[in-house]
């Protein structure tokens, strides 16, 4: 099975605030997970990504932590701002799906100034 | 992203009609993929190509067809649009490459701006 659960669904933070957002995977083989954040009227695009070799993968206020044995992975937002606001959604893929991405439902995150 | 395009952006339709939606993009990748976006259940893919003679089923593509005209245009048709086809359409592309270990760049798709169908 290829799903990927993400939540929540809507989350509501403070500006300087941090901001979770929590994915998890039944398919092992999956060895590639992004997130994609979109804003309003705007496609998707890559944000971060990690592979599970590491389990941490930081890019300025924003951090993946991934954790194997849980099949759990979550993007962090450190010092979140308005302009943070935007639905993210977390994916995965494998070699043998030919690299396709199977997409979290997304999350909407407002930041509050 | 003005390399992705999509035409058109917005479009209302009724049921039974035919409605084509089409992609271009100028970033020279191989890999083109179509998706819709429903609230709550995120981004699932409709159909990819992986060059103009390989065209895969995705997930959810009954009712659609499609048609790979050239290396640059990808185009999403709905044979007779019902109400429930309803959603937001997104064509994205992606290089072979496989990118480096750790890196941002293993098949990372480029979006469009996304077609929003309305079908009454």
């Known amino acids: 099975q290829q799903q990927v659960k993400q939540s929540p669904q809507s989350l509501i933070v403070q500006k300087g605030g941090i901001s979770i957002i929590n994915c998890a995977y039944e398919n092992t083989a999956f060895d590639y997970f992004p997130w994609y954040q979109q804003f309003p009227g705007k496609g998707p695009a890559l944000l971060i990504a990690?592979?599970?070799?590491?389990s941490e993968k930081k890019e300025g206020r924003f951090t993946i932590s991934f954790n194997k044995s849980a099949k759990q992975f979550s993007l962090h937002i450190m010092d979140s701002q308005p302009g943070d606001s935007a639905t993210y959604f977390c994916?995965?893929?494998?070699?043998?799906?030919?690299?396709?991405?199977?997409f979290g439902s997304g999350t909407q995150l407002t930041v509050l100034p | 992203d003005a390399d992705v395009t999509q035409t058109p952006r917005n479009r209302i339709t009724k049921t039974g009609k035919r409605i084509m939606l089409e992609c271009s993009q100028t970033?020279?990748?191989?890999?083109m993929y179509w998706y819709r976006q429903d609230p709550g259940l995120g981004l699932r893919l409709i159909y990819y190509s992986f060059d103009v003679k390989d065209i895969n089923k995705g997930e959810i593509s009954d009712g659609y067809s499609v048609s790979r005209q050239a290396q640059a245009k990808f185009s999403l048709s709905l044979e007779s649009a019902i109400p429930n086809q309803t959603a937001l359409y997104f064509c994205?592309?992606?290089?072979?490459?496989?990118?480096?270990?750790?890196?941002?760049?293993?098949?990372?798709?480029?979006f469009g701006p996304g077609t929003r169908l309305t079908v009454l």
């Open positions: 990690i592979r599970p070799d590491v």
């Open positions: 994916a995965a893929s494998f070699s043998g799906s030919a690299r396709q991405l199977t």
């Open positions: 970033k020279g990748h191989d890999r």
């Open positions: 994205a592309t992606s290089d072979v490459s496989p990118g480096t270990s750790g890196s941002m760049g293993y098949n990372e798709q480029f």
